[in-house]
């Protein structure tokens, strides 16, 4: 990351230094501690203060783990489901059933790789309009067995391509949107990575909507944004600030109702520990759900989404 | 024939000249309209007489709200609401206010949609039009909260709700509170369905974006007027993404028919009457669940 440049170097000299008195007869020690203690307030610092685009860059750091790393870290008895009944079986998205501290849930999730080969399979975690049906039929499933839903959103965006148009891309989305906002089992969206528009909130109408700390959720990538607005894609990093897209922003913003911690320096320094912090965050987010009747969670739901947007009267 | 040509060249060419031509200042101006599609020159008067459809090549031009509603609904009947929204500047975005204040005293609207109620060949309906002549009928905070308390009306009335869509998808200025609109539109939708109500969703020229992946695309009947384009993802970006040419009919209505995502293409000479059919056939099961 551009952003840790400076620790990089610090690190690379604390080691050289190190190495050296191995070899040498010469105690540095003192040094050595004192570049330590640089060292972690360096972090720190980096670390607390943050900005936008180096939370875009950690939300999109090939090693931050994805839904199928979480997964096995945070439930129990995982059973994937595939296909959407219809056409065929998207890879982009995960799905399935799990027991989470020993309630049944049904898991759905975007899916990225972490390398070339990975990625060609997952389609970058881009889904195709069967992607969001199966979605949707694991979702309906998990209603008719009364189980919790949780979505976890690390997309790009739904994909732009011939054949997502010629099957209803836009259909898919929309009937996730509306049907979500029906369901009568608790639904817990959780960002874990870059939530890129309405390909990622066809997993996001849930009773509450959790951020990773350094994750994203807009309407318009910020190269997208910054090649409409300003006609050059190279002011992402501008448009990243302006267009309020990290956790923070969006808390603010009352649009999500809590954000997640990170371990320092992002999820993918790890993973393990970031899990657990994720697993604990659910528990509190269904304790306050599991009480509530299907009518009271689509009532709740409603009102949530309904009170969303900024105007004058 | 180049005078000509000089006289009817479109606005966006106009605003551009440094001096008009002698010839332009005899002829008022929009006393003729030309065809972008065939460039047959139509008396504008006429064109207006013929729901504002090309007489030569079929051709249907963009209408305004206004224009729609008067060609739709019977005389008088319509009666806005919320006309009194007025969208903020949520991210601050320099220049946002000065061109929603610019778009609304051009078209006469608050935002980008008009919505209200009215009769229908003597048929109650709740309707909302949206006007791609007010930021290319993006929806942000307003245009999101204008259908929400449009479909709410039509749900407490237990009335059909119809809507044209016209709109380019979510407005980016308004940041992710634009994407939500997406949400917020369909938990409203999801009551007056559950209520046994008609949802008509006719899609017209140009439905993309987070318009068409909302509440455009779940009608319990999707209609859409002719050549009109309607898609998720712009073609541009389809084209680089695919690395392939596109078929020329790519994300037209009949494209979308041919597919399987539309009931019907519906010419608008035949739009009120296919509208007030289809809202008849839904009166008496309306009633009996209500």
């Known amino acids: 990351m551009p952003f840790e440049e400076p620790l990089i170097q610090l690190r690379a000299k604390i080691s050289e230094l190190k190495e050296y008195t191995a070899t040498a007869e010469v105690d540095l020690s003192s040094e050595i501690k004192s570049l330590e203690d640089r060292f972690s307030k360096l972090e720190e610092e980096i670390y607390e203060n943050m900005k936008p685009w180096d939370r875009v860059q950690v939300a999109r750091h090939p090693e931050r783990p994805t839904t199928l790393d979480y997964i096995p870290l945070i439930f129990n008895d995982f059973i994937e489901m595939h296909g959407d009944r219809l056409y065929g079986d998207d890879a982009a998205i995960v799905s399935g059933i799990a027991s989470f501290h020993g309630q049944p849930v049904t898991i759905i999730g975007h899916q990225r790789g972490k390398d070339t080969k990975e990625n060609v399979r997952r389609n970058f975690g881009m889904p195709h309009p069967e992607g969001y049906r199966k979605a949707l039929r694991l979702m309906k499933q998990a209603e008719k067995f009364k189980r919790p839903i949780i979505c976890l959103i690390d997309t790009k965006g739904a994909y732009p391509g011939k054949a997502a148009e010629e099957r209803g891309q836009s259909e898919a989305i929309a009937r996730n949107l509306v049907e979500m906002a029906g369901l009568e089992v608790p639904v817990l969206s959780i960002v874990i990575g870059e939530g890129g528009s309405g390909g990622a909130l066809a997993l996001g109408v849930g009773n509450q909507i959790l951020m990773l700390e350094n994750s994203t959720f807009s309407v318009i990538s910020p190269e997208g944004a910054a090649s409409i607005l300003w006609k050059d894609s190279a002011l992402a990093q501008t448009a990243a600030e302006a267009m309020k897209i990290t956790a923070p922003d969006l808390l603010e913003m009352k649009i999500i109702e809590h954000m997640i911690p990170e371990v320092r320096g992002g999820a993918h320094h790890d993973p393990q520990k970031q899990a657990s912090i994720i697993s604990e965050a659910i528990r509190r987010s269904l304790e306050e759900l599991n009480g509530m009747s299907g009518e009271e969670l689509v009532d709740q739901r409603y009102r949530k989404f309904k009170s969303i947007g900024v105007f004058s009267e | ?290």
């Open chain 2, 1 to 290: 024939m180049a005078i000509i040509r000089d006289i009817f060249k479109r606005n966006k060419d106009s605003k551009e000249a440094t001096m008009p031509s002698k010839a332009a200042k005899d002829v008022p101006e929009g006393l003729m309209t030309k065809c972008p599609n065939c460039k047959e020159i139509t008396l504008t008067k006429d064109l207006e007489k013929n729901n504002k459809v090309c007489p030569k090549c079929d051709h249907h031009f963009k209408m305004t709200a206004h224009e729609r509603i008067n060609g739709l609904l019977d005389a008088g009947s319509f009666e806005s609401m919320d006309d009194h929204l007025k969208s903020e500047n949520p991210l601050g975005f320099p220049g946002y206010a000065e061109k929603v204040q610019a778009d609304s005293e051009k078209t006469g609207l608050n935002e980008a949609v008009l919505t209200g109620s009215g009769k229908l060949q003597g048929q109650d309906i709740v309707l909302a039009v949206m006007d791609s002549h007010f930021r290319m009928g993006s929806m942000g905070s307003v245009v999101g909260e204008k259908i929400t308390r449009a479909i709410e009306a039509a749900t407490d009335r237990k009335l059909p709700f119809i809507i044209f869509t016209a709109s380019g998808g979510a407005r980016m200025q308004e940041g992710v509170l634009s994407l939500m609109q997406m949400a917020k539109t369909s938990v409203a939708l999801k009551r007056h369905s559950n209520e046994g109500l008609l949802f008509v969703s006719v899609l017209t020229h140009p439905t993309t974006g987070g318009v068409s992946a909302s509440f455009a695309s779940v009608g319990d009947i999707n209609i859409a007027e002719p050549k009109a384009l309607i898609g998720f993802a712009g073609r541009r970006v389809i084209e680089q993404t695919v690395r392939e040419k596109l078929p020329e009919d790519f994300q037209t209505a009949e494209f979308l028919l041919d597919h399987g995502q539309l009931d019907a293409v519906v010419h608008r000479a035949s739009m009120q009457n296919t509208l007030a059919t289809i809202v008849r056939l839904h009166m008496k099961g309306a009633v009996a669940n209500g």
